[in-house]
């Protein structure tokens, strides 16, 4: 899939992070009160300004952590509804260019991570 850098996927995100993901984006310096926010349930996510993930540059329509980014943002747009289980997200304009094995394998992907941030959230 190509991505049309579009920014549609950072917008008013509800990422959620692993404490994988908050650990390696602390590595490159930014501070968890900068993009980790937590939910009432103890779920991780990341932060939004200005109606963009802190992480988007509106100017470039670019990712600035692209290479360190949340393992879910690198499994966008395959998601997992409350409802459907594994979909391909209706907002991402080349969404529907992925096939039916990219969607199963990254599927597989999408719900171990869900696992793990399930107990993640649990402990805290
Ligand atoms: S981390 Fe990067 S790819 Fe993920 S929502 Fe933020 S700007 Fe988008």
């Known amino acids: 899939m190509h991505c049309l850098r ?3 996927c950072c ?3 509800e990422m959620l992070l692993s404490a994988e993901d908050i650990e390696r984006l602390e590595g490159k310096s930014y501070s968890k009160k900068f993009f980790v926010r937590f939910d009432r349930a103890g ?5 939004n300004r200005l109606g963009y993930c802190v992480f988007y540059d509106v100017k470039k329509q670019r990712c600035k952590v692209y290479r360190e980014r949340p393992l879910g943002c690198r499994l966008y747009p395959i ?9 391909v997200d ?7 260019n992925l096939n039916e094995n ?3 394998r990254k599927g597989k992907k999408v719900i171990k991570l869900l696992e793990k941030i399930d107990s993640e959230a649990k402990l805290r």
Do not use: N, Q, S
């Open 43 to 47: 779920y991780a996510k990341l932060r």
């Open 79 to 87: 998601i997992c509804d409350d409802i459907k289980g594994i979909i």
């Open 90 to 96: 209706k907002i991402c304009p080349a969404g529907a």
């Open 6 to 8: 579009c920014g549609a």
């Open 11 to 13: 917008k008013e995100t």
């Open 102 to 104: 990219k969607i199963k």
